[in-house]
């Protein structure tokens, strides 16, 4: 099964999807063929949520000398 994030469009009184051409072709969907949608929004991961939860091999201090050095050639 494919994942796709498709964005929803006012269709009268309900929500319509569109479906990206290439998907159409790469599974063979046809007019009024029923297909298997999975309901649900993407998740956003925001670097706040990430901050602090990275683990580095080496210290922080280590990282930023390696990168002084490549910076300055030293």
Do not use: A, C, Y
């Not at 949608?37 to 949520?49: A, E, L, S, Y």
């Amino acid at each position: 099964m494919e994942t796709i994030i498709v964005k929803t469009k006012k269709w009268g009184n309900s929500l319509g999807i569109r479906l990206p051409k290439e998907i159409v072709r790469e599974n063979n969907i046809k007019p009024e063929e029923k297909i298997v949608i999975q309901i649900g929004k993407p998740h956003v991961t925001k670097v706040k949520d990430i901050f602090g939860k990275l683990q580095f091999k080496k210290p922080t201090e280590e990282l930023m000398k390696e990168i002084d050095r490549g910076l300055w050639g030293e």
